[in-house]
């Protein structure tokens, strides 16, 4: 079971904000969600993990960059082609 | 021939985000084709929203792969479509910016996530667009809307520019009212780009054939059983019959591992979204954020006034999956359940060239009929995601007036087969 | 009181263009943000496709500094928040990195010979670089030219127990690179040499390890 506590735990993880009154909604929401995946316990692991994969290279060949207005044009402010935001310290 | 397309639909149903009234379009084999293209598509110049506030306004420097292949052959870009938030849904009902309605129906849905790609080509404001899958979410619209939509094999198509929320699982693919479209549209998208590290080099370059003598078809037990509508059995079972009576043969098969497909699914697609999500703080696009607060306190704010509630329940429920304590419990469950499945089917096509069966246990519903466990959806969709492999979805009959979608699925990499069993079928009961 | 020091230490690699896009390194003098494409920017729906010499430039290092390359390393996502982090997290080797186990000999204190192990060399990129306004203003400026820089992170054993000794490894790690042609001095100023100390000054049953590295949420796959 995920507490109300979790959930707000969670969201500070997730840097998603929730305010008090969605805390019961989404705790109940979720814990209704995880019952639901309860299925999963009885999946058997099986020991190999065939990723199927393979090694992808792009040559060390320079192509062109944006433009700079391209860059800075959907950002909510900029200046001196920096773009702005909150900070950090 | 080169122009511009003068195109202002008549949207009863809300399948357009943004439609462009002049649209470029040039030489190729699409010359002048009007093409929609689903909202989480990148487009150089054309909003791209994913149906969510928090990229509302934003502008790509760039289009997706697939775009500009549409482009280099002709295609119109006439607008972006409608969709769950994010891709994140099965009725289109999530988006920031009203549902989309059903054209057969308005008082149902359309399907989801790509509903408005598949209202838009079923209301016939084009005759193709591009939709995406991660869960079904081109075939259920498809079926909802009674147009063909085709989920190609992962790796067939480049996701360059495709604003996946779950990249290990999503594809973009054709929607189309008839199969030769669909098969028309996936040739001009699968040409490779090693700028997606997962595509394969294997374009489709393919007539559809309505040969289907030497045919093996695999009928899943698991989905015609619990929790699919009889009638909906019924009129899949009698378009298997038409591929039969075309010289196909059929043989019954079980894919047991398919029953851990929603929750494998739902816990994949959340865990990648937690990540995938991330990155939407209004500092290089979308809203802005308000660059006088303290960091985290101005990202939760833009992000909760800007997110809906069924993109953060997901990312709460992602965070958790893939945090220390419940990783082991939950992700690695669902991969461990994702190889099980992938296994099962390359067991039965041992057997077997295709598996058909429907594509969604229910025909289109009223918005809130079915809130199914927590929008899970794509029990009979899912599977094809996990495994990889390319599932169809075209039309074939109707229960209650409202169309029911024959799901075809087939070895990775061999999309031209389900084209051809579903062309098969569509020739037939068309003549 | 004993000094004990293992070293972190990031190396810009000198390859001519970042780690997943085309993008040109070459950005010293350049404005801000002018050496950035929709992968370095973390633009919804771009993707990252992996610099083929920043590899062989890690192998090389490993080689060099007789290292046990694994047959699988695996790019993964450490996933936190940082106006600097563009896409919110940072591709990294650091689960399963290209090398382990190695040795470089340097000399200690008493001029004797002296092996400081190599715990690990990965791969990861850099973010951008914030600019921090004084004064009134309550905001970061960000640029995103570093975003995506290839670097390659060298992991000592806590072998070292002098600051002396710290430094002779650094110097002897720098002429290896150098030699290597992995590593261009030249291009230092800002940004071509990072070293961080994780040194742990013992006394008694005390210890303390700083500075404390980044929060890190979780990984999960990169693709």
Redesign the interface.
Request: charged share 25%; proline share 8%.
């Given at each position: 079971m995920?507490t109300e506590k979790?959930?707000e735990h969670?969201?500070g993880?997730?840097?998603?904000?929730?305010?008090n009154d969605e805390v019961p909604e989404?705790t109940h929401?979720?814990n209704?969600?995880l019952e639901?995946?309860g299925?999963?316990?009885t999946?058997?692991?099986?020991s190999t993990?065939?990723s199927g994969?393979a090694?992808?290279?792009?040559?060390?060949?320079?192509?062109?960059?944006?433009?700079?207005e391209?860059?800075?044009?959907?950002?909510?402010?900029t200046?001196?082609?920096?773009?702005?935001?909150?900070?950090?310290? | 021939m080169a122009g511009i397309l003068d195109f202002s639909p008549d949207d009863r149903c809300n399948a357009f985000i943004t439609a462009c009234t002049g649209a470029a379009f040039g030489d190729g084999a699409l010359a002048g084709i009007a093409v929609a293209i689903n909202d989480n598509i990148s487009t150089a110049g054309i909003q791209t929203t994913c149906a969510s506030r928090i990229l509302e306004g934003y502008i790509p420097p760039y289009d997706a792969h697939a775009v500009e292949l549409l482009k280099q052959e002709g295609a119109a870009i006439v607008g972006k479509t409608n969709m769950d938030e994010f891709g994140m849904g099965s009725t289109t009902g999530t988006s920031a910016f009203g549902p989309t309605r059903n054209p057969i129906d308005p008082e149902r849905v359309p399907g989801g996530s790509s509903g408005g790609s598949a209202a838009a080509v079923a209301a016939g404001l084009v005759p193709m667009a591009l939709g995406t899958d991660a869960d079904g979410s081109i075939r259920c619209p498809a079926a909802f809307c009674g147009i063909v939509g085709l989920k190609p094999t992962y790796g067939r198509v480049s996701r360059y520019g495709l604003i996946a929320h779950a990249g290990s699982l999503e594809q973009i693919g054709p929607m189309a009212r008839t199969v030769e479209d669909v098969s028309r549209l996936i040739s001009v998208i699968t040409r490779y780009d090693p700028r997606d590290s997962m595509m394969l080099d294997q374009p489709y370059s393919h007539r559809p054939s309505a040969d289907v003598s030497d045919l093996k078809i695999g009928i899943p037990t698991e989905y015609f059983g619990e929790g699919v509508d009889v009638r909906i059995a019924t009129t899949v079972r009698d378009a298997i019959d038409v591929l039969e009576g075309l010289g196909a043969e059929t043989t019954p098969v079980s894919i047991p591992s398919v029953r851990y497909a929603p929750a494998a699914c739902c816990v994949i697609c959340a865990s990648e979204v937690s990540s995938n999500l991330a990155r939407f703080d209004g500092v290089r696009y979308g809203p802005a954020v308000d660059t006088r607060k303290p960091w985290h306190e101005a990202y939760r704010e833009v992000r909760q006034a800007n997110l809906g509630p069924e993109a953060r329940l997901r990312i709460m429920l992602g965070t958790l999956t893939l945090s220390a304590g419940y990783a082991g419990k939950y992700y690695a469950k669902a991969l461990a359940a994702r190889q099980r499945i992938t296994r099962d089917f390359e067991r039965v096509f041992c057997d077997v060239d295709v598996i058909a069966g429907p594509t969604t246990p229910t025909v289109a519903f009223r918005p809130g009929e079915k809130v199914s466990p927590l929008s899970i959806a794509g029990t009979l969709t899912a599977p094809a995601n996990l495994a990889g492999i390319p599932a169809i979805s075209v039309p074939c009959g109707d229960v209650d007036g409202l169309p029911v979608g024959l799901q075809v699925m087939g070895r990775r990499f061999e999309d031209e087969r389900v084209i051809d069993v579903a062309y098969a079928y569509e020739q037939e009961v068309r003549s | 009181m004993k000094t004990i020091i293992g070293l972190e230490v990031h190396v810009q690699l000198a390859t001519a263009t970042k780690l997943f896009c085309g993008c040109s390194t070459d950005y010293q003098d350049d404005n801000p943000n002018t050496h950035c494409c929709p992968t370095c920017l973390g633009l919804p729906g771009a993707l990252p496709c992996l610099n083929k010499r920043a590899v062989e430039y890690g192998l090389r290092v490993a080689k060099a500094l007789d290292m046990k390359v694994l047959e699988e390393s695996e790019f993964a996502r450490k996933n936190y928040f940082y106006p600097d982090l563009v896409k919110a997290y940072q591709i990294t080797q650091d689960d399963r990195p290209l090398a382990v186990e190695g040795t470089i000999e340097i000399e200690d204190d008493q001029g004797h010979e002296k092996i400081v192990r190599i715990t690990r060399v990965h791969l990861e990129e850099d973010p951008g670089r914030l600019v921090h306004v004084a004064g009134a203003s309550k905001y970061s400026l960000v640029d995103y030219n570093r975003s995506g820089i290839p670097l390659l992170e060298i992991v000592t054993e806590p072998d070292m127990r002098s600051p002396q000794e710290a430094r002779r490894f650094l110097n002897k790690l720098r002429t290896i690179l150098e030699y290597l042609e992995v590593f261009d001095g030249d291009r230092e100023g800002v940004c071509g040499w990072m070293q961080t100390y994780r040194s742990k000054v013992q006394s008694g049953s005390r210890s303390r390890t700083y500075p404390p590295t980044r929060a890190s949420r979780r990984p999960s796959p990169s693709r």
């Open positions: 995920i979790d959930i969670i969201a993880l997730a840097d998603i904000g929730i305010s989404f929401q979720l209704a969600i639901y995946l299925i999963l316990d999946v058997e692991d099986e993990p065939a994969t090694n992808v290279f792009r040559e060390d060949e320079p192509r062109p960059s944006l433009p700079q391209a860059v800075l044009a959907n950002a909510g402010s200046e001196d082609g920096f773009i702005k935001a909150p900070r950090v310290m | - | -």
